[in-house]
């Protein structure tokens, strides 16, 4: 059901749980300090209580009354689509931060939820609004479809503007830091503000299992070599969806196979924005394989690889119009 803002902020002061929209995705909103309103977010999205939750604040200088204070670069990209892991100091419902002693905080840049956040007065904790393993939503109406029954509101504010999910760093010392999840605020632009980006991780992100993104229809990435020792896949080129981005040639199957470039243009921007709810247009049509290219690595292109890899059931390349695939470990079809 769509709320208005004030009606979801009465929801939200009143314990009740409400989908809220960001610029990356759409968020199942309850206030943080609220362990029963918690409770019923992991409840309602079936979500493990071992995977902890953002907590989402109007601004950076609020940040202090629930953790240690975050690096100074961070409020560059904030308001954005940047989260980052700091040390709180306990007066946060224990849920959301699963045991942790630390919690991801983000600013959200969304008119609409940034008037709410001014309204409600509390940190709101939103995993993004979908189901346990399906795709996070960029519309109010992937909402309804996947939790409608099951929430007190949908605040709608159109469809979100990066598509994606944020960026998660975790700090290390005042000018360093981990990436935990690529997002749109890339590995480039934490360089360009002074960041010294490490590989791996200090804090192993609970929510980042390989096959957390996995659409309904399985989905082949275009990522081996035509050196890897993969095996023939036998597919209906008529029941087949050809993903792109960018101007060069999509992949060469069959002529037969439906084909969708999500960014003609060559904007990584503009593919990211559309990749999630292509993922659902398809899930919904008459098909069997959606097969992907593979997009350029630098700036956004490294999310966009990421959320493709962990959607994918097989890997594999295509020559001469015939798809040689290996299935994904841990990934079944
Ligand atoms: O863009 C976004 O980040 C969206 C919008 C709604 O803000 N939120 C979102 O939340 O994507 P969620 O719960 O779907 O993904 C958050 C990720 C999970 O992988 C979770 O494990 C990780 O952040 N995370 C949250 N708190 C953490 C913590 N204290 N330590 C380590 N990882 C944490
Ligand atoms: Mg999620």
Known sequence: MIVTVEEAVRILKAGGIAAIPTETVYGLAADACNEQAVLRVFKAKNRPPSNPLICHLPDAESISRYALSPPAW???FWPGPLTVLLEH???LAPSVTAGSRFCAFRIPDHPVTQRLLSLVNTPLCAPSANTSGRVSPVNAEMVERDLGSRIDGI???GPCRVGIESTIVQPLGAREAFILRPGSISREDLLGAGVLVREGSAE???GQEAAHY?????LLLLSLSPETDAAALAFTPERTLVLSFGPGPSPQLSAECKQWN????????????GLFAAFDRASRMDIDLIVAA???KNGMGAALHDRLLRASAFLGYCRHGQLYALPREGNGV
């Open 262 to 273: 999500l960014s003609p243009g060559g904007s990584l921007e503009e593919a990211a924005r």
């Open 89 to 91: 100091n306990g007066s």
């Open 214 to 218: 996995a659409p309904a229809v399985p």
């Open 74 to 76: 961070a409020a560059q």
């Open 294 to 296: 593979d997009p350029p």
């Open 155 to 157: 605040v709608d504010g």
């Open 204 to 206: 192993k992100s609970p």
